[in-house]
């Protein structure tokens, strides 16, 4: 004769411990695919309010504040008794020998971009190792002698690429310019940015990981940066080509 099984009744007790068991189990699930998700990336935005003054030394600046300085800029302007040798000469470098930054060719000579706000910044963008004297933003003469795309914009983006305990960062620089008189060109760097995440791309002018969150025109109080390095007196090496009168600047 086959039996038929009844339901157990169970205590109270049971029942409770039992439930216990059941949320351990999904918070244990929940934590795990938590732990699995990929890490957020994060920038980190420094305001600033800095002014590369002419001839007053390069400036160098610190993206992620390790206390190791990563670019700098500098504005030259030199004259002398005959005035077609007169020049204006901004210039963006790397201080540390790993670090790079975004090039494009200016006349047949390697120059910084000038990235326009929204552009992305990673590992397929154009770096290429520079020379140590760092990339030529804008060069101009008295004798209409020209090149480098920051004299053609008020202000733009560089896009940077830096080593940090061995990893590969992204960031960029917003920098405007304002033209005075003859070739006195004013410069100021607004703000810079970095990627925590290495590898990661961070696109120009944004802040933050929202969408909508780029950085302004409003200037904020002046971020930490290293005593400028006075510029030697001598002007550069210049060489004339025979040919388009081009001055190089060596």
């Given at each position: 004769?086959?039996?038929?099984?009844?339901?157990?009744?169970?205590?109270?007790?049971?029942?409770?411990?039992?439930?216990?068991?059941?949320?351990?189990?999904?918070?244990?699930g929940?934590?795990a695919?938590?732990?699995?998700?990929?890490?957020?990336?994060?920038?980190?935005?420094?305001?600033?309010?800095?002014?590369?003054?002419?001839?007053?030394?390069?400036?160098?600046?610190?993206?992620?504040?390790?206390?190791?300085?990563?670019?700098?800029?500098?504005?030259?302007?030199f004259?002398?008794?005959?005035?077609?040798?007169?020049?204006?000469?901004?210039?963006?470098?790397?201080?540390?020998q790993?670090?790079?930054?975004?090039?494009?060719?200016?006349?047949?000579?390697?120059?910084?971009?000038?990235?326009?706000?929204?552009?992305k910044?990673?590992?397929?963008?154009?770096?290429?190792?520079?020379?140590?004297?760092?990339?030529?933003?804008?060069?101009?003469?008295?004798?209409?002698?020209?090149?480098?795309?920051?004299?053609?914009?008020?202000?733009?983006?560089?896009?940077?690429?830096?080593?940090?305990?061995?990893?590969?960062?992204?960031?960029?620089?917003?920098?405007?310019?304002?033209?005075?008189?003859?070739?006195?060109?004013?410069?100021?760097?607004?703000?810079?940015?970095?990627?925590?995440?290495p590898?990661?791309?961070?696109?120009?002018g944004?802040?933050?990981?929202?969408m909508?969150?780029?950085?302004?025109?409003?200037?904020?109080?002046?971020?930490?940066?290293?005593?400028?390095?006075?510029?030697?007196?001598?002007?550069?090496?210049?060489?004339?080509?025979?040919?388009?009168?081009?001055?190089?600047?060596s």
């Amino acid at each position: 004769m086959k039996r038929s099984r009844g339901t157990a009744n169970l205590s109270e007790s049971v029942h409770q411990r039992l439930s216990m068991y059941a949320l351990a189990a999904s918070a244990a699930g929940v934590g795990a695919l938590a732990l699995a998700q990929p890490a957020e990336a994060r920038i980190v935005y420094t305001r600033a309010n800095i002014k590369i003054t002419q001839n007053g030394g390069s400036i160098f600046f610190d993206l992620n504040h390790d206390g190791i300085p990563d670019f700098g800029l500098s504005n030259k302007y030199f004259s002398t008794s005959q005035r077609s040798q007169g020049f204006v000469f901004l210039n963006a470098q790397q201080h540390q020998q790993a670090n790079e930054i975004w090039q494009v060719g200016s006349q047949g000579r390697k120059c910084a971009g000038a990235l326009t706000a929204g552009t992305k910044i990673g590992p397929s963008g154009n770096f290429q190792k520079d020379p140590k004297s760092g990339l030529a933003m804008a060069f101009e003469n008295l004798e209409g002698t020209y090149y480098g795309p920051w004299l053609k914009v008020k202000q733009a983006y560089l896009g940077l690429k830096f080593v940090v305990k061995g990893k590969t960062h992204f960031g960029w620089a917003h920098i405007k310019l304002n033209p005075t008189s003859g070739l006195s060109i004013s410069e100021t760097l607004t703000g810079y940015a970095y990627e925590t995440i290495p590898g990661k791309s961070i696109i120009a002018g944004k802040t933050t990981g929202r969408m909508d969150d780029f950085t302004n025109d409003d200037p904020g109080p002046a971020a930490s940066l290293t005593k400028p390095i006075p510029d030697t007196p001598q002007p550069p090496s210049l060489g004339i080509s025979s040919r388009d009168g081009t001055i190089g600047i060596s």
